[in-house]
């Protein structure tokens, strides 16, 4: 047996040899050759690198020119010019054409000015510059998507649309807006008028603001209309006449205060949107006659974007409404009656840094109305004339601010947050029996917005 697998051996290895084999005809083989070291050369694209070699050599070629291009400078130095992104081989032969070795030739964009810049603009970011072929690769944690953007901008300059983004946003990413909006509504109104009627068998009349009620042209009392307020009235006879004079003087202060504070957290990018207030149903006739109905939000709302683009620097894409029903102003369609809303909105789009404010809206509104009314040619009669005349005067002012602050926010423990919930607790059998308490309020922010007093000036001041 072991003889057997001698001769086996030799018989292969004459094969291998070329030696013919028992028919007489030459094996074909294929053997790679081996000399040296193979090593890798990085060439950047459109510059030149001149490279030496230890060992003499009498011919060298490249297996792809459109890539890199080579020529000799002496029997050891090799001038490499890198043209086009890619790899190829550069091979090095003896005089007696032996291998020397092989060199992998990797031809790239040149990233090196790139580097460079990317260095000088954003210096303490921490951003690796990779090549991929003809493009570039950008990876790494920049502190703001606006620094992202500077980085994705200078490289496409050295590559155009050959960037490849692999890099991401560190820092907080949350933002919470914290809105306030605050409205006061002042109304004032007065009224001074005086009116005369007369009523008798034969006759009956009246001025301003008399109603004569039950009197008519057969006799009766004289009546004022009823709802007056702060009126005299002064009635006596003269044979069967009637006469009645009233004198009316009236002024009335109204004072309307409406504050909120809406609070709406979300991350850079994305919409978020809050509504303290109703849905109202608004009907609305279709082509085939049916009715649909449509719900329109009411109250407090707010819509926002926020973009955290340069560590404390917040952009905020901002629309805020306080509306409310005015059924003064309604309509009636088909035996519906739909009431009419009141509304004040602004959108805008600010920027500010984490924990500043800004006043984006206010309103200033004034409205003034005063009214005469009187008898011809009796109201002008001096003295006299003023039983036959009266003047109502009307204003009403009300003033509107919203104010936005931003703030950078991340999560925190949930037993670190206090709800409303948590500042009443149940009373005790004393307190609900003895006296009639409800619920224990402990002290907190709630408490003392509820203690605010309303006396004092209202509105604001813009310098």
Known sequence: MTFLRLMAAALAGFWLLG???????????????????????????????????????????????????????????????????????????????????????????????????????????????????????????????????????????????????????????????????????????????????????????????????????GGGTITPQGGIFGALVHTFGIGSLEVGLLLEALERNGLVRTLAEPNLSALSGQEATFLAGGEYPVPSVQDDGAISVEFKPFGIQLNFIPRVVDKDLINLELRAAVSSIDSANGISVSGLTVDAFSKRETTTTVELRDGESFAIAGLIEDDFMDSSSQLPWIGDVPV??????????????????????????TPTRGEALTLPTDRITAPSERDLFLFGKTAKVKNGPASEVANQGFSGSYGYVME
């Not at 005067?393 to 936005?404: G, K």
């Open 19 to 217: 030696v013919p084999g028992p028919d007489g005809a030459a094996a074909e083989t294929l053997t790679v050759v081996k000399s040296g070291t193979s090593s890798r050369l990085d060439v950047p694209m459109n510059r030149a690198v001149v490279v030496e070699s230890d060992t003499p050599f009498a011919e060298l070629s490249i297996a792809n020119p459109g890539i890199a291009d080579i020529s000799s400078l002496s029997d050891r130095t090799i001038y490499v010019l890198g043209k086009s992104p890619g790899t190829t081989t550069l091979v090095l032969l003896d005089a007696s054409g032996k291998l020397i070795t092989n060199v992998d030739v990797r031809v790239a964009a040149d990233v090196t000015e790139f580097k460079e810049r990317l260095r000088q603009i954003l210096p303490n970011e921490k951003i690796e510059v990779r090549t991929a072929n003809d493009g570039i690769v950008l990876s790494g944690t920049v502190s703001s998507a606006l620094r992202m953007q500077r980085a994705l901008d200078l490289a496409s300059r050295y590559a155009p649309e050959r960037v490849s983004n692999l890099m991401s946003v560190g820092g907080v990413q949350q933002v919470m807006l914290k809105v306030r909006f605050a409205e006061v509504q002042r109304s004032v109104s007065k009224s001074l008028s005086a009116s005369v009627a007369l009523g008798g068998s034969n006759i009956a009349g009246e001025t301003g603001t008399w109603l004569l009620g039950d009197n008519s042209l």
């Open 384 to 409: 006299l004339g003023s039983l036959f005349r009266s003047a109502n005067y009307q204003r009403s002012q009300s003033e509107l601010v919203i104010i936005v602050s931003g703030h950078l926010v």
